[in-house]
């Protein structure tokens, strides 16, 4: 599967951005996904993921009640909804996906994931 991350730009404190995660060469409804990002200087974070069996969804303390991780079957799409955002949230946004069936502790570990796309910047910022 080619993973394609877009959406990323520059926002106000406060603001809105939807990123989008869209797949070709498989079904994404085959796949767990997850959202992470890297900041400079930063290790890589594990944003949110969601479990095709169950659909599961976790997300890090830092964006709970911000952001919401959602799929489109129809669209092949996965998105992650960044609401109410903030300085700290400015980082690279990567999504990823695997064929494993991840348990909660797993899911938002980079490691879990074999399939990476290539990142969307988000730059927040007054």
């Known amino acids: 599967v080619q993973l394609q991350a877009s959406g990323g730009g520059l926002v106000q404190p406060g603001g809105s951005l939807r990123l989008s995660c869209t797949a070709s060469?498989?079904?994404?409804?085959?796949?767990?996904i997850g959202w992470f990002r890297q900041a400079p200087g930063k290790e890589r974070e594990g944003v949110s993921c969601r479990r095709r069996s169950d659909g599961h969804t976790s997300y890090a303390n830092s964006v709970k009640g911000r952001f919401t991780i959602s799929r489109d079957n129809a669209k092949n799409t996965v998105y992650l909804q960044m609401n109410t955002l903030k300085p700290e949230d400015t980082a690279v946004y990567y999504c990823?996906?695997?064929?494993?069936?991840?348990?909660?502790?797993?899911?938002?570990?980079?490691?879990?994931?074999?399939?990476w796309g290539q990142g969307t910047q988000v730059t927040v910022s007054s």
């Open positions: 060469g498989s079904t994404l409804a085959e796949y767990d």
């Open positions: 990823a996906a695997t064929t494993r069936r991840l348990i909660s502790s797993l899911c938002r570990r980079d490691g879990s994931y074999e399939y």
